[in-house]
């Protein structure tokens, strides 16, 4: 009973997990030479060094402005086009092939034609907008598809305004749906604006000193820059999820 009360704990299964691919790291790292797998001190080490440098601080800086812009973009852009197609099928239609080409196309294909558009150190911006789009435009569409159309009858026989039917309709239907879209394209936008630094490799960016590493085989500060992006794309992640969470509540206890 012990036992199995203590594997209950969140926590210890994920001490557990992370000590366990610790160890592959480990292992991994003295099997192969070091100049091409650096192990789990090496790159603790390295990275312990590169939080004293001011470029570290300024890349990140530079990648994360840029990359929430395009998420910015792309939300606001997303449902405002997602409400106009809900609302006028001549808009659905047309916007449909456009949507279809973003979700399908590999970002890498975009990123290398957008060069020939813009500066590279725009390309993060275009890159988070690219994927996070076609979520946020899907996810909202669906949700207001599903709205409840009793809900809308009432509001409707009691002559709601057209504020409070959004407060008390429209909103708590559309917003779990925002959500998991906000969710998952968060760490997608972080992933595919790196992805695009590299191709474009605008100055004083994350994607830069990605492949400035990988350039001269430094594969220590190459796994210190990785677990840098996996450390922003957790951190973005619990703080979106405490906002909405916030203000799902918000909306929850006025509707």
């Known amino acids: 009973m012990k036992a199995s009360t203590i594997w209950d704990k969140k926590w210890l299964r994920r001490l557990l997990a992370a000590l366990f691919w610790l160890a592959v790291w480990q292992i991994a790292a003295l099997s192969l ?8 001190a ?12 001011a470029d570290f601080w300024l890349s990140i800086l530079f990648s994360v ?10 939300f606001a852009l997303g449902c405002l086009l997602a409400v106009l197609a809900h609302r006028i099928a001549l808009a659905r239609m047309l916007l ?15 990123v290398v034609v957008a060069l020939i558009w813009v500066r590279s150190a725009w390309i993060s911006v275009l890159t988070a907008f690219f994927v996070v789009f076609p979520a946020v435009y899907i996810n909202l569409q669906q949700g207001l598809q599903n709205t409840d159309e009793k809900m809308l009858e009432m509001a409707q026989v ?3 305004t057209a504020g409070k039917r959004l407060r008390a309709v429209w909103l708590p239907a559309v917003l779990p749906y925002l959500l998991s879209a906000c969710r998952v394209s968060v760490g997608m936008a972080l992933k595919a604006g790196v992805a695009g630094e590299i191709i474009g490799l605008p100055r004083w960016s994350i994607g830069e000193q990605l492949y400035l590493s990988k350039l001269y085989l430094n594969t220590a500060d190459l ?6 992006i996996l450390a922003l794309s957790l951190v973005l992640e619990k703080l979106l999820v ?3 969470s916030s203000l799902e509540k918000k909306w929850g206890a006025t509707a």
Not at 33 to 40: H, Q, R, S, T, W
């Open 42 to 53: 090496q790159t603790v080490q390295s990275l312990l060094f590169m939080l004293r440098k």
């Open 33 to 40: 030479p070091k100049l091409l797998f650096a192990g789990p």
């Open 223 to 228: 796994f210190a820059w990785s677990l840098t």
């Open 65 to 74: 402005s840029k990359i929430a812009g395009g998420f910015i973009l792309a």
């Open 96 to 110: 449909e092939p456009a949507v279809q080409v973003m979700k399908s196309v590999p970002v890498a294909c975009f």
């Open 242 to 244: 405490r906002a909405a």
């Open 158 to 160: 009691f002559r709601l």
